[in-house]
């Protein structure tokens, strides 16, 4: 059988081929009702690009990586799919590596040590510091996301995690709440999140000149459902007084709202929980969760562009966040 | 400065290089917590198996490809992780594709066009059927995972899905629940899926003499939260009198619960709920999801090792499940 071509793709919507091409390649401007459509003909019709003539045209390989710690954590995996899916638009493939945040494998895949070639890579660390990559000799264009990095000579996307957490625990207090417990502090581990987010906790309640009270700051050890589950468990085991809930993720708010109700506390009323991600589940439970929604797509489309920028700025980019406020405070 | 040795490894341990050496190839046996402190060791120490040399050697990649429809699902974000946990285990690196479901991405991936030389590909197709692999040229060792592949000449790992499904259907009649609806028929698409559990359904209220009701046959276009939530409206509006549910996977039982804590019906005494998947969003949803658990770990497992094996039987291989009882049903 013939190979189909650009232009069988393009008879067969009524556009020319470069049109197609331009759909494939995520090049030039076609609007989106014929984008789908040339889609559509592309599956119909079988058609495959010649990846490996495209690739010696434009010395590209059309794949990157993407090194994430976990995938069964929700937030990773809906950003894995808001990376997949800006990459998409380009034509790009995206091989997910999942590095269980350890050490070792980051340190593999940052120097492209048992992957193949690609046109670069997105890495979000967890074990690995800025000091680490510091002397990283593979040239493959490498852009790091989230908190665990501190300084870096690469480009680096991220979320203002202190001004959000900020203002999270400011939408409480703006209800009144006054005995706000901070869920995920954490004494060891990769735990720069956990550092920003509680300095940005603190800070709230600092401009509403209220005392911190150690006790509502609880520890976690991973930022699991089961780790809210424990915070709370914790706080009314040891009888300490809480009317308010910042819980540093959005796994650990939703742990939170399952002990909550088990102990027969009632959300909002009782007790206000926020938490921090925005992932899909905290629209759907019980109460529905208020959140800070980090704008994830805006988060893989930046990640990307730096990645297959030419010239692209060392430093830290971040993206923007809202509070999302649905029923749980 | 001198690169660390498998020796260096040992000797840190107090083990022969041997015996770090099979930690890292997956060979031999050695004691869990021994393993755990050769890990350490070799992050500790910075030790990187030299890769190339190792390809050389065994003719292998040290690579697999898995390619999946959508990672911002639950459920095949727990399969990846579990694949990717089975594969570290052998010190196999797994590149997670993510084909959306698309035809043709996931023609690209199995012809392996587009993604460097693997050992092997576990593919997961939602598009592709058993007639358009039948013709697949590349050499790559593949295997299938799930219900969308019919009779193929590949291996093929999945669950017993009709099998578990009239097990599900049971559990609610066995509680007295006589007025069952089912979430999940598809009318369009990739139905395989929703056309065994839904025979599964079937056999069992035959079994039990009930009389089929077709309007508590309820169709979904994806399976997704809010197809759960659309379909207990629907039921809610039309005014179909139900006193169970089981939806086809725990996502759509995870929106039927928000659905139903909406309307004001206490979950299980007015309406019993039993999902499929038994993914960890529903060991904390309010009330906890009673679900069908399919082993996915033997599944993880079991697709590693007939991809690994040098001659697989081609045909179905089926991993066990469980009915997991919480609250819900």
Redesign the interface.
Known sequence: MRRTTLKDVGDHVGVSAKTVSNVINGTGWVRDDLKARV?EA??EL????N?AARQLRSGR???I?LAIP???Q?YF??L??AI?AAA?DRSI??????T?G???AE??IS?G?????MDGLILSPL?LTAGDLADRQDSTPIVLLGEHVGESRFPHVTVENAGAARAATDYLLRSGRRRIAAIGAQATGPRETSELRLAGYRAALREAGIAEDPALIREVIDFR?SDG?QAIDGLLAEGVPFDGVFAFNDLMA??A??AL?EAGLRVPEDVAVIGFDDI??G????P?LTTVAPDKAALGSLALELLLSDSPAAGDTTVPYQIVSRMSA
Chains 1, 2 share one sequence.
């Open positions: 889609r592309i599956d079988g058609y495959r690009p990846s390989s059309g794949m990586a976990d995938l069964s929700p995996a809906e894995a799919s997949v998409a493939t995206v091989l997910i590596n999942q269980n350890q050490a070792d340190r593999r120097d040590v048992g992957i193949p070639v074990a459902r589950v939703l742990g709202l399952h109700g899909e589940e629209r759907y439970s019980t529905p």
